[in-house]
């Protein structure tokens, strides 16, 4: 989606972006399961003003849940990406080394989540709880001063397997 608006003489053009997530399951034994709850959306963007999305940013914060075997141990790996594309035109997204957080408990809480400030350029190692696992990404979106307009996207992988422990 993009939009024009006129403010003060000038003319802002308004960029849309979000990102789609693909899952990708590898494990033995019992069946696991991601579901995507939440895309990462930006919304509008404006040229030259980055936009951040906090993980305990409701509705606009990726979510993941993850079903499987209570208390098995899984690894679990992002693969992210460091732009966004929109008809051959690019704009940086950036991830910081605490934009991610986890909640094993049987009400995950985004606000307060059991599992904190994670990196998600890491590999994470956790067990699910009884009744799974649920996971928030945030990232920063920066548009160039001249960012041309357009609906910008980019896929985000999220690679599960059970560790065997």
Excluded at 33 to 57: A, C, Q, R
Aim: proline share 6%; net charge negative.
């Amino acid at each position: 989606m993009v939009c024009c608006r006129k403010l003060s003489g000038e003319v802002f053009f308004i960029i849309w972006a979000a990102v789609t997530l693909c899952i990708i399951l590898f494990g033995s034994g019992s069946a696991q399961d991601i579901t995507v709850n939440n895309n990462l959306e930006f919304g509008p963007v404006f040229p030259g003003v980055p936009k951040s999305i906090s993980k305990y940013s409701a509705g606009e914060a990726a979510e993941f849940f993850i079903t499987g075997t209570p208390n098995a141990e899984i690894t679990i790996d992002f693969t992210l990406p460091t732009y966004m594309y929109s008809s051959g035109s690019t704009m940086a997204i950036q991830y910081s080394t605490t934009d991610c957080a986890m909640d094993s408990s049987a009400t995950p809480n985004q606000s307060s989540p059991g599992n904190d400030n994670l990196n998600p350029r890491q590999t994470l190692t956790y067990r699910l709880g009884s009744t799974g696992l649920t996971i928030w990404l945030g990232a920063t979106v920066v548009p160039g001063l001249m960012q041309k307009p357009g609906n910008y996207s980019a896929t985000i992988t999220l690679t599960v397997a059970y560790t065997g422990n």
